[in-house]
């Protein structure tokens, strides 16, 4: 179930746990309780990514109400697994300070020597700190992620290397009539082995798929990310204000001719910082293209992107970067387009970036150094 839920398999989660759940009343009553304690969790996780957030509470709920009553323990951390799923629930509802608050208090409870729970948590959390445009912290919890991944396969393999060794060891086991059950149980630790290693890695991809999100160079964020930004939280977006705005470095080519590509990187940089300081909390920056960077703002309207847009061209002016060959100054300067609209819900981002070029190049014929609106 679990498998299934990591590799976005939904339905089939749902359709796995329901059948499980079907033969629970052959189980005594405190087995009983803790596997739907577990199926709910699952259930309520697997809601609440199919975006059915009614039913993954209704889950969440009763999952709550066993564990109340619950006093024999069969499966071990069913209540930071409950947990989780509340955090879950919370994350995908953009309740990412609600999430990232009980994700910490699990990591500050003892886990029972779950370290595939801590593996997953400093990934959700590294998760977060992406979507909130926040590299450094992401960049944090997404290394603690991987360390932790690390150490727990090299845990399991030691584990697993000193389980086979008392087995070998055992005069009992070594013994013709017990070939059969020796072979069984060894089969059997494998295959558990394996279904652990299975899922660490699975965490360990999802992170990775996450760092494949970045530009490398500028620590902003790629297309790729765009897409899955605007997937992700499209519901939240439609039906309201976003703007778009284009930014281009003016004279660009000029200044990695006399001043070279490695300055001119640096400059880049430097913009892309600027940008990233200016719009904390209001939207995502893109590296769209060599030193063009899209800035994306949903939930804001054209006079408060006019804002962000003045205080973006006002901290590069700030940084006093030179520019002896630029035709409009003798610093540094960009130029940008600026694009607001109502998102409906057939609108294609990348529609709205084209109309913030044709306010780009608006910017650029009218003397560069400035603003303009589509």
Known sequence: MIIYIELDEYDKAIEISKSINTLTDYLNKDVKDDVEILLYQNLASAYTYKKDLNKAELFLKKSNELLKYDEVEYIRNKDINLKIAYAQFYEEQGKYDEAIQIYEEILKSPLKNDFNIEVKIYGEIANIYLDKNDIERYIKYNNLATNKKDNFEDKLKDEYMKYASKLYESDKLREEQDKNIHNIIILLV????????????????????????????????????????????????????????????????????????????????????????????????????????????????????????????????????????????????????VYSKVYLYNDNIYSIIDNADKALYKAKSNGKNRYEIH
């Open 190 to 337: 494998s295959i558990i082995f394996l279904i652990i290693i299975l899922i660490s890695r699975i965490n360990a991809n999802i992170i990775l798929k996450k760092s494949n999100f970045t530009d490398v160079m500028t620590n902003l964020y790629n297309r790729k990310y765009l897409d899955y930004y605007m997937k992700k939280n499209k519901k939240h977006i439609v039906n309201n204000n976003i703007s778009v705005i284009l930014t281009d470095i003016d004279y660009f080519k000029k200044y990695n001719d006399y001043y070279g590509h490695i300055k001119g990187d640096k400059v880049i940089k430097e913009v892309a910082n600027s940008i990233i300081e200016n719009i904390k909390n209001y939207g995502i920056a893109i590296r769209y293209g060599g030193e063009e960077i899209v800035i994306v703002l949903p939930n804001t309207n054209i006079d408060e992107a006019k804002i962000i847009a003045n205080k973006i061209q006002s901290s590069i002016s700030e940084k006093n970067i030179e520019h002896k060959h630029s035709n409009v100054s003798d610093k540094l300067t960009i130029s940008m387009g």
